[in-house]
Structure formats: C-alpha cells, structure tokens
Nanobody, 127 residues
Framework: VQLQASGGGVVQAGGSLKLSCAAS????????GGWFRQVPGKEREFVTA????????YYADSVKGRFTISRVNAKNTMYLQMNSLKPEDTAVYYC?????????????????????WGQGTEVTVSS
C-alpha cells in the first residue's frame, strides 16, 4: 500500500487547511489511519487517528476541537481538516495507515503500530 499526502501550504494564523491522504489500497477502513507531525529538531508526534470499522477518532490535546479527521472508504482517502490554525501547528504532516485494527485508542497514537507512511506535506502557519 502506498500513501500520498497532499494539501499542505502556507496559511495565516486563524485560517484553515485540509490535508488529504490517498491510499493505493483499502486500508483506512480495515485497520485505520492517523496523522502525525514533525518539526525540525523534534520527534514526530501524534496528531489524530481514526479506527477502521467503527471510525472512532482520537486527538492529541493540542488539536482537540480544532482538527477533524475523516475518511471516505470508497475513495480510500483520509482527510485532516485543520481550523483555527496556530503558528505552533507549523510542521511536516505525515499520514499513516495500519493493516491491523486495534482494540484501544492508545495503540493508534503509537507510530510503531502503523505499517504504511506517506511522504509528508508541509504546513506553515504565519503569525
């Protein structure tokens, strides 16, 4: 399975962006998918995830209420709607997919649980 992330760009603080992650196969609806982000010099961190099947969603506290993850099964595509963006949201955003459906939310926050990764798309939020 290959993942292709897109939608990054430059936006002013308070603005919105929508990221997309297209998969070459049916994976988001089976195991699930997630978004992570990384700032140069820092470790990659969990942003949000959506579980396969039930579509339960999980969010990092820093983005809760501002970001929304979703997917369209027919398109094998996952989305990240980002609203009320802040300068601290500036990062390279990576999408990921897991072939296994995990029982608890904790697993979806862990990078090692994901089998496939996209190439990353850069988001810059100016103040």
């Amino acid at each position: 399975v290959q993942l292709q992330a897109s939608g990054g760009g430059v936006v002013q603080a308070g603005g919105s962006l929508k990221l997309s992650c297209a998969a070459s196969g049916r994976t988001f609806s089976v195991g699930g998918g997630g978004w992570f982000r990384q700032v140069p010099g820092k470790e990659r961190e969990f942003v949000t995830a959506i579980k396969g099947g039930s579509s339960s969603t999980y969010y990092a506290d820093s983005v809760k209420g501002r970001f929304t993850i979703s997917r369209v099964n027919a398109k094998n595509t996952m989305y990240l709607q980002m609203n009320s963006l802040k300068p601290e949201d500036t990062a390279v955003y990576y999408c990921a997919a897991t072939a296994r459906r995990y029982a608890g939310s904790r697993y979806y926050t862990e990078q090692d649980r994901y089998d496939y990764w996209g190439q990353g798309t850069e988001v810059t939020v100016s103040s």
